[in-house]
């Protein structure tokens, strides 16, 4: 797809910069941010910083705050504290109709009484562009999103995923300095889901504006942003690739938000100059990835991923005594419920092989895979391990 480069101008009435052929986008910076109904706090302190041209997600559970910040972006929601800057520029107290940002929301609310072309041509109409511009205009975007075909259609008409494309095209068609996408999926099924997430993704790369997308869905998550935000409660809890936020999660939530854990309490013991992980199980493993300030004798939280549990029939290994309780063939993997000597139930997740699956009521022993294992203090609150990254700003 080429890139949307043109000589933009927002609804403030300054001109958008160009870096050769394209239009570079805006940076997003939040500087303390409060949010409260009554005396109730929804988002107490929240400092952020997005940049140009970036994918960024807000992610986390329902209630958690996530929407509430898009909409004070977006001039929807009041805000009862901290500033808000498009590139440099405080937008607090600007009308969200001067913000320029295209928003797609999670029921379409695209009209149903409007064809797809008038639809799409509804923000340039209220620009009051020229005709021969918004025909030019609506024809791009629609071709962009693959529904030019359908462009004399009323939308009761069109799936779910082409009402989608027509909200998309909408939003693009102003050409906005941000893009904003709360909960955009939600109402598509799983196969849809998986098509729409890569269109977007696709798109948003191929116009190369800010994106703020919500979603309390991790896999979507991580298949689309280029940096994402994990908020419980009002706060970010870190902010970092999908990789990083994977493979080192900051805290607990976070490594039990984000894809499959599973969370054993274990014991850290330092001896020799040497750190020792033990489970409950009393099995040591030696892990060498404890960062200096941490390497001292203390109760830790583990929390191991499915497929970083290594499962062995030989039960003379060194290793945690575990009996398989039961296995589910998904095709690529099988999945093994197992409880251990502890009395703890952990999942592990195997690719599947042609007839070496492990019946339930096996005894087998469970290796950790140290390198990618994480290590938490008792409370959760901190992961022990070095690698972990946040971006989020240190105000």
């Not at 498009?86 to 607090?92: E, K, Q, V």
């Not at 009209?111 to 020229?130: A, I, Y």
């Not at 109402?187 to 849809?192: E, T």
């Amino acid at each position: 797809m080429r890139k949307h480069g043109r000589n933009r101008r927002n609804s403030g009435g300054e001109s958008s910069k160009r870096k050769g052929n394209e239009t570079v986008s805006v940076t997003i910076s939040i500087k303390h941010a409060l949010k409260k109904y009554g005396e109730n706090v929804i988002i107490p302190d929240l400092s952020l910083d997005i940049r140009e041209g970036e994918f960024f997600t807000l992610l986390g559970p329902s209630g958690c705050g996530k929407t509430t910040l898009l909409r004070m972006i977006a001039g929807f929601n009041s805000i009862e504290g901290g500033d808000f800057f498009f590139s440099g520029r405080r937008i607090n107290d600007l009308d969200p109709a001067r913000r320029n940002i295209g928003m797609v929301f999670q029921n379409y609310a695209i009209f149903p009484h409007m064809t797809v072309r008038k639809n799409v041509e509804f923000g340039l109409k209220n620009k009051k562009l020229p005709a021969a511009e918004i025909k030019s205009k609506t024809d791009e975007f629609m071709k962009l999103m693959q529904i030019d075909q359908y462009a004399d259609r009323m939308p009761e008409r069109l799936s779910g995923g082409q009402q989608q494309r027509v909200a998309l095209a909408r939003a693009l068609c102003i050409e906005p300095d941000v893009l904003l996408f709360d909960e955009p999926l939600s109402n598509l099924d799983a196969k849809l889901r998986v098509e729409m997430r890569t269109v977007i993704k696709n798109i948003q790369h191929s116009v190369n504006i800010t994106t703020v997308y919500v979603t309390h869905d991790q896999e979507e998550a991580m298949a689309v942003s280029d940096r994402i935000a994990v908020m419980n409660a009002g706060v970010i809890q870190q902010v970092g690739t999908p990789r990083a936020i994977y493979q080192r999660p900051a805290n607990l939530f976070v490594s039990t938000f984000i894809g499959r854990s599973n969370v054993m309490k274990g014991h850290l013991a330092v001896e020799d100059g040497k750190v020792w992980l033990v489970t409950g199980s009393g099995h040591r493993a030696q892990i060498e990835t404890v960062q200096e300030q941490y390497k001292k004798d203390q109760e830790v939280v583990i929390s191991v991923r499915p497929e970083e549990f290594l499962p062995c029939a030989d039960t003379t290994v060194d290793g945690i005594p575990a009996v398989v309780d039961d296995c589910v063939f998904l095709g690529l993997n099988t999945h093994y419920f197992v409880h251990l000597d502890s009395g703890e139930e952990v999942e592990i997740i195997q690719e599947s092989s042609l007839d070496n699956v492990i019946r339930p009521g096996t005894q087998i022993k469970l290796q950790i895979n140290t390198e990618k294992v994480n290590v938490f203090s008792a409370d959760g609150s901190v992961n022990l391990l070095y690698g972990v990254k946040s971006d989020e700003a240190a105000e």
